[in-house]
């Protein structure tokens, strides 16, 4: 006698897969999300956001998740759900509706000194600019802007953590982990002409 395999709806597969993924144990997070300045993998730890990545300047998924994984844990899970909140608030933000974010963040990628340019980065108002003399400044290095720029660079968390208001003093856009057309997007965004 031959038992048939079971048949699975795959609806039925779909929503377990979807209720593991809610109460599955990793210490990241991620999912992809796609916004007009491009894909953006955003991936959090218990903790908060600890990170958002452009996908293509970045080497792609597969680069950002290895990273992911070397710098923070391997126990990685694509889990949407949980990201939920951080989409939401970046869907707002690019639709003009929102000009601050209320996400918790988890900076544990950043040196001390980062953090400190962090820190105040994410002090400047939505719609305003600060120049990196004068991040460094705030940051407690006054002749730090090269170190400024570099910590900016390395800032996980860019459009809510705002490295993008930071420009030079020259009035010049600067740099930007995303490029200079995504840079000059944000800024157009929040009103921002330059």
Not at 50 to 55: K, L, N, P, Q, S
Request: proline share 8%; hydrophobic share 45%.
């Amino acid at each position: 006698m031959t038992i048939p395999a079971p048949t699975i709806d795959p609806a039925d597969a779909a929503a377990a897969a979807a209720r593991f993924a809610a109460t599955a144990d990793a210490d990241v997070s991620y999912t992809v999300h796609d916004s007009p300045v491009g894909r953006l993998v955003l991936a959090a730890t218990p903790r908060g956001l600890v990170r958002i990545a452009y996908e293509l300047p970045n080497g792609g998924l597969d680069s950002v998740l290895q990273a992911l994984a070397a710098r923070l844990s391997p126990r990685i899970l694509e889990a949407p759900g949980r990201l939920d909140t951080a989409r939401r608030e970046l869907d707002e933000y690019f639709a003009g509706r929102r000009t601050r974010f209320d996400l918790p963040v988890d900076l544990s990628l950043v040196a001390p000194f980062g953090k400190r340019v962090l820190s105040a980065t994410a002090a400047i108002p939505f719609g305003e600019t600060r120049t990196y003399a004068q991040i460094a400044a705030l940051a407690g290095k006054p002749t730090g802007a090269r170190a400024t720029g570099n910590a900016l660079a390395a800032n996980p968390v860019p459009i809510v953590i705002p490295c993008h208001r930071v420009t030079r003093s020259g009035g010049g856009l600067g740099g930007y982990t995303g490029g200079l057309d995504v840079k000059r997007t944000l800024l157009s965004v929040e009103g921002i002409a330059i």
